[in-house]
Structures are given as C-alpha cells and as structure tokens.
C-alpha cells in the first residue's frame, strides 16, 4: 500500500524551524531577537517596506491608577515594581538589569547601563519613588534592584507575567505587558509638555523617528476623544 501523501515543507518553513532552534538555543529576549532581524536585513541589503504607521496602544489614566492600586495589593515587591517601570519607561530587558548601584538616591536618578545598542543613559525618578525604593532595598548596597527569592534577576518573562497578572486582577480589558507602559509614560509626558527630543533621550532612542510616533498618535487620541465627548 502506498503512504499517505505529506504536504512537502516549504524552504521558508525550513528557515523558521532552524531559526526558531538557534534563538532558543541562545535565549535570546525580545528586544534582542528585532535587534538580530535589523542587522541581518542591513548585512542582506533589504529594506523594510514603509507600512503607515498606527496608533499606538496605551493605558488609560483610569486603568493605570488600577493597575497600581491592584499591584500594592499584594503584600510583596510587586507593587513597587510595576510602579518603578511604568514611571521610568525603560525597556523590560533593562529593567531586569538595573543594579543598587545604579540607584542615584541623592540626585533621583537611575543609571540605565547598557541599553539597547550598547548605550548608557540617566532616567530620572519621582522623589516619592526614590524614596520608596531606598527604603525597599534597605541595606542592600550590591545586587540587583529587584530580585528573586534566590537573590537573582527577574527575567524579562517572569516580569511580563507579573504585569499580565496584576492587570487581569484589576479587570483591565486589553492586553497589558512591560512595553505597553513605556508607550503609556511616553504618550503621557508627551501631553503634559515634555519637548520630543527629551523624551527621546529619556527612552533611550536612538532616532526622533522612532520617537516621532507618540506625537502622532497623540493627535489621533485627543480627536477619538473628542468625538466621543461631542457625539449625541
């Protein structure tokens, strides 16, 4: 008897598997997997097709006074955590590597060492937040600012899971993750005032391009909203 047909693979199908295997293999996070899909397209000479760019996705101030009102809720880290990543914008592979001395008390700063590209970069914090980490981390003057019960690193997923968590708790409708409270802090300062090229260096963008897309999206938020607030 002759075997059932299979549906041969295509070449592509081949390339995804064997890609799939090699960034497993090397744990590679997020940020580091777009970082390897960039260079490979400049070393292969492909450029990206232009796409008009869309709104970018946000927390609401409503939803992100629940987020963190749900994340001191619990009774560990957790609350000060997300409140430390939301108010600082940094990416979650950062985030994760942030050392205690890293923690500029006196001057309210955080050292962001090695960021995306290699680059180093200060981000200011609120004096209340500055505050309530000194006092999280106590004596503690080495390590990482936030560590596990094994005095490790969170890891980028372990972070994102807490986020997606805490935000299904506070019955927050869409999807929440690390990146989405860097748009919301970015988009947020953006409409208090905050001049684009700093935001730009508080993100650690390389590009006003890239930062360029949070002023877009903030004109297409404030007309849905006032259409909303003027439609009968």
């Known amino acids: 008897m002759r075997a059932p047909s299979q549906k041969a693979k295509s070449p592509l199908q081949d390339i995804i598997e064997a890609t799939t295997k090699l960034w497993r293999k090397a744990h590679l996070s997020y ?3 777009r970082h390897v899909s960039r260079e490979v397209r400049k070393l292969l000479k492909i450029e990206r097709i232009k796409t008009r760019k869309r709104v970018v996705q946000r927390l609401s101030k409503q939803e992100e006074q629940k987020l963190i009102r749900e994340a001191y809720k619990d009774k560990s ?24 001395q890293d923690f500029y008390f006196d001057e309210q700063m955080i050292l962001v060492n090695k960021g ?20 999280h981390l106590g004596d503690r003057n080495t390590g990482y600012i ?6 490790s690193a969170y890891s980028p997923r372990r972070i994102q899971q807490i986020v997606k ?12 993750y690390p990146h989405l409270l860097r748009h919301t802090v970015a988009t947020f300062l953006l409409e208090r005032g905050m001049p684009l090229e700093q ?21 297409e938020m404030l007309k849905e909203n006032y259409q909303r607030a003027l439609s009968r």
Do not use: W
């Open 165 to 176: 968590d805490t935000a299904a708790k506070a019955a927050i409708s869409k999807r929440v």
């Open 77 to 100: 880290e957790h609350g000060l955590l997300i409140k430390t990543l939301l108010t600082t914008g940094v990416r979650v592979s950062e985030f994760c590597a942030m050392r205690v």
């Open 199 to 219: 935001i730009q260096k508080f993100l650690g963008h390389s590009k006003i391009e890239t930062t360029q897309i949070y002023a877009e999206s903030s004109t």
């Open 146 to 151: 936030f560590e596990t019960n094994r005095d």
């Open 116 to 135: 995306k590209g290699g680059k180093s970069r200060y981000v200011p914090i609120l004096p209340e937040l500055a505050q309530e980490l000194k006092t």
């Open 31 to 33: 940020d580091q997997t």
